[in-house]
Nanobody, 122 residues
Framework: QVQLVESGGGLVQAGDSLRLSCAASGRTFSSYDMGWFRQAPGKEREFVAAISRNAISTDYADSVKARFTISRDNSKSAVYLQMNSLKPEDTAVYYC???????????????WGQGTQVTVSS
């Protein structure tokens, strides 16, 4: 089992930045690929970014590419999402997830955090 706790969400204005953190506990964090997903009201949960267990490989949704950066620190059992140039359409609950495959598929992740709200005002 892996327990995940997100933090860092909040209310910001368009163009601002936020850094989300996800702290992991339980089984060996470095054994898992990590992903960030988001879910807006009335919409399905969607892929945002993913990073391989060794941090060599990353992947981003087209909608956030060049604005968001995913990173991890295995020594701290944490994964981060730096979000720059935020837009109102980035408003959602953001979730981190752990899995054994770095993928965009929400069903491939085994463990999920409770989410953190990000609200971007125009």
């Amino acid at each position: 089992q892996v327990q995940l706790v997100e933090s860092g969400g909040g209310l910001v204005q368009a163009g601002d930045s936020l850094r989300l953190s996800c702290a992991a506990s339980g089984r060996t964090f470095s054994s898992y690929d990590m992903g960030w997903f988001r879910q807006a009201p009335g919409k399905e949960r969607e892929f945002v970014a993913a990073i391989s267990r060794n941090a060599i490989s990353t992947d981003y949704a087209d909608s956030v590419k060049a604005r968001f950066t995913i990173s991890r620190d295995n020594s701290k059992s944490a994964v981060y999402l730096q979000m720059n140039s935020l837009k109102p359409e980035d408003t959602a609950v953001y979730y981190c997830a752990a899995g054994i495959v770095r993928t965009r598929n929400v069903r491939s992740y085994d463990f999920w955090g409770q989410g953190t709200q990000v609200t971007v005002s125009s």
